[in-house]
């Protein structure tokens, strides 16, 4: 009876050491995905700062403070921010929008035809990391 005891006692540990490295592995997984998310997003899309000087608007990438593009109105930035980042979205940072009283900004300033070029670039990115983990394991 002691040993049936014994038997199960390590089968029960076993088990629950099993299901713990597995659940760890899995969050681990989860967590290189998302770092590899959060990569490609930090990628594909500029975070852009704002100075208003003599009704001119010069935004500059928040991450590296690069020159990035400049307009008169939210029309004209994306339009130049879309000349020179063809590839790329931007977002107005939030605490910057104060500065486009009367026009409808939503911080996004990338048009719909970039938003599918990005789409598709992500795509392509997610598809090499899939494949790069599928030669590994």
Same mark, same amino acid.
């Given at each position: 009876?002691?040993?049936?005891?014994?038997?199960?006692?390590?089968?029960?540990?076993?088990?629950?050491?099993?299901?713990?490295?597995?659940?760890?592995?899995?969050?681990?997984?989860?967590?290189?995905?998302?770092?590899?998310?959060?990569? &490609?997003? =930090?990628? $594909?899309?500029?975070?852009?700062?704002? %100075?208003?000087?003599? @009704?001119?608007?010069?935004?500059?990438?928040? +991450?590296?403070?690069?020159?990035?593009?400049?307009?008169?109105?939210?029309?004209?930035?994306?339009?130049?921010?879309?000349?020179?980042?063809?590839?790329?979205?931007?977002?107005? &940072?939030? =605490?910057? $929008?104060?500065?486009?009283?009367?026009? %409808?900004?939503?911080? @996004?300033?990338?048009?719909?035809?970039?938003? +599918?070029?990005?789409?598709?670039?992500?795509?392509?990115?997610?598809?090499?990391?899939?494949?790069?983990?599928?030669?590994?394991?």
């Amino acid at each position: 009876m002691e040993l049936m005891s014994i038997v199960m006692l390590i089968l029960v540990v076993g088990i629950t050491y099993a299901s713990i490295a597995y659940r760890r592995k899995k969050e681990k997984e989860l967590d290189q995905y998302v770092d590899k998310a959060l990569e &490609l997003y =930090k990628k $594909l899309i500029i975070m852009l700062r704002v %100075e208003l000087v003599d @009704k001119m608007y010069y935004c500059y990438n928040n +991450e590296t403070g690069d020159f990035v593009c400049q307009g008169k109105n939210i029309k004209e930035i994306t339009k130049a921010f879309k000349e020179r980042y063809p590839n790329h979205g931007s977002y107005i &940072l939030n =605490k910057y $929008l104060h500065l486009f009283p009367g026009e %409808e900004v939503d911080g @996004k300033i990338a048009d719909d035809s970039s938003d +599918e070029a990005i789409k598709a670039g992500l795509r392509a990115e997610i598809d090499d990391y899939v494949k790069a983990r599928s030669l590994v394991e």
